[in-house]
């Protein structure tokens, strides 16, 4: 069997986003995880989070296609659960979420 392109995580039945979040699966890379050290592939994820102009589109799928709104980068490892912000919109939302929860 060949690498999946299929994601093996989803972020949002894991609690990563938020319920209704548009996200796109947009592949995997292989990349050593620096927090399990496992040499699986990440799953990797375009997000758009907090305020994005568009509708939730009906039958649960949720896309960022069509959608207005800052896009983020994430990756996860589906061995340990380890999130990545991959850039400075995804690091940014983490910030965010940790004033939040102060
Ligand atoms: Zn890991």
Not at 13 to 42: L, W
Not at 44 to 67: H, Q
Not at 77 to 86: H, K, Q, R, T, V
Request: glycine share 10%.
């Amino acid at each position: 069997m060949t690498e999946s392109e299929v994601a093996r995580v989803d972020p949002i039945k894991e609690g990563i986003f938020p319920s209704g979040t548009p996200y796109d699966f947009s592949g995997q890379r292989a990349v050593e995880c620096e927090n399990c050290g496992s040499p699986m592939p990440h799953d990797y994820y375009v997000a758009i989070l907090g305020m994005w102009g568009g509708f939730r589109l009906p039958f649960g799928k949720n896309s960022t296609t069509g959608k207005v709104g800052k896009r983020s980068n994430w990756s996860f490892c589906a061995i340990c659960g380890e999130i990545d912000a991959l850039d400075e919109a995804a690091q940014d939302e983490i910030r965010k979420a940790a004033r939040r929860s102060q």
